[in-house]
């Protein structure tokens, strides 16, 4: 048998929901020589790469650290951690990801109480203070910051005052809204928080920041049952992420994209929190106005869209598949799909980090204007 040729991809923009543009910086830091996972050089690193985290997420929790895997085991490290069997948790759902967080409490034996609201439209606050009322044993408040699926920012600081005031703990989906938009997670009292590294902070995929609350600590080590993961107990966790010099192997960290995270989140701290939030709303702003000359909608009302994931809505009368399939032959240019509800009805235009800049909206408006025509 020969051997198979080298892989050696495109230079795609990426501008969709994910993974996002990676900046040549972290690739190059990727590249860099792998160190042993327990290097007292390495161990430096984790201790920074956390501290660069606690700035992201606007925290000082000492429980702050990547996942050692994509945002989805963030999200059912924050569940499984929290949630023991038999207990109720109010999980807000208006897109798929607001579903999955369902899908992992049933699985943890617990029970979800839903508050349902259409695709499209952001979580009623209303309606999550009825069932709050409405039981009074429910020990979490779960919902998604940013639904990457339909493109609404739901409202977290009044959700997690919400769950403060009814002695719940709140936890936060942040994949797609960590530095793309105001999140900040001691000033709204958020007891957990996860993150994906491949949205706005454009690190290659496979990470999952999380931090989590004194108040979620103290549920931690109170618990009755052990978490029914091994691999996401943060009891064990802590001995490797944890505490100064004693650290135990638990799992290898996947060192070479530590590196890669620990440089997009520097590029972040460069740049300042606030200033990159900034970018994004100024990203939206100069796509949105190009969208509408080309008459394409967006269909998510002002008011709470998000400016790194614009949806669009696809004219009557033109193919989906064939305008994305245009894209990526003619112009290298990767937008995504609808999702669920959305499929075939909506364009989802993502302005992430690395790839939210004004040249790249003016390719992406460019090459739909070509296809479209
Ligand atoms: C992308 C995404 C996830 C899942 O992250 P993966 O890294 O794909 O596992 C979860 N929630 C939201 C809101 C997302 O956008």
Redesign the pocket.
């Given at each position: 048998m020969t051997t198979p040729s080298p892989f050696i991809p495109p230079e795609r923009t990426l501008m969709g929901?994910?993974p996002s543009d990676v900046s040549p910086r972290v690739l190059n830091a990727m590249a860099r020589p792998t160190l042993g996972h327990l290097d007292p050089l390495f161990i430096e690193l984790m201790d920074e790469t956390k501290s660069l985290l606690q700035y992201a997420f606007k925290t000082s929790n000492a429980l702050t650290m990547p996942v050692s895997a994509?945002?989805?085991?963030g999200?059912e490290a924050c569940l499984a951690n929290l949630i023991e069997p038999g207990e109720k948790v109010v999980v807000c759902v208006n897109g798929v990801?607001g579903s999955?967080m369902v899908e992992n409490v049933k699985r943890m034996g617990a029970e979800p109480v839903i508050v349902e609201d259409p695709w499209g439209q952001q979580t009623s606050l209303q309606k999550v203070e009825d069932a709050l009322k409405a039981h009074s044993d429910i020990v979490a408040l779960a919902f998604?910051h940013?639904?990457?699926s339909t493109g609404v920012r739901n409202d977290a600081q009044a959700l997690c005052k919400l769950a403060r005031q009814y002695q719940c703990l709140s936890i936060v989906?942040a994949?797609?809204s960590l530095g793309g938009i105001e999140l900040a997670v001691d000033e709204w009292e958020i007891d957990a928080v996860y993150s994906?590294s491949?949205?706005c902070l454009s690190c290659v995929?496979g990470l999952?920041p999380v931090t989590f609350s004194e108040r979620a600590v103290a549920k931690i080590q109170s618990r009755t049952t052990p978490v029914q993961s091994w691999f996401l107990d943060m009891n064990l966790i802590v001995g490797y992420w944890g505490k100064g010099g004693r650290r135990a192997y638990h799992h290898t960290a996947p060192v070479n994209s530590i590196y890669a995270l620990y440089e997009s989140l520097r590029m972040l701290k460069e740049e300042g929190l606030e200033a990159c939030w900034q970018r994004h709303e100024n990203g939206h702003q100069q796509l949105a106005e190009g969208l509408q000359a080309l008459g394409l909608e967006l269909a998510v009302a002002p008011e709470y869209r998000l400016p790194q994931l614009n949806v669009v809505k696809i004219p009557d009368g033109v193919d989906d598949t064939e305008v994305r399939r245009q894209l990526l032959k003619h112009s290298n240019l990767e937008i995504g799909a609808g999702l669920g509800e959305f499929a075939g009805k909506v364009w989802r235009i993502g302005l992430m980090g690395y790839a939210c800049k004004p040249r790249n909206i003016d390719h992406c408006l460019a090459a739909l204007k070509r296809a479209l025509s």
């Open positions: 929901p994910g994509p945002g989805s085991a999200m990801f999955r998604v940013a639904e990457t989906d994949v797609t994906g491949q949205k995929p999952s």
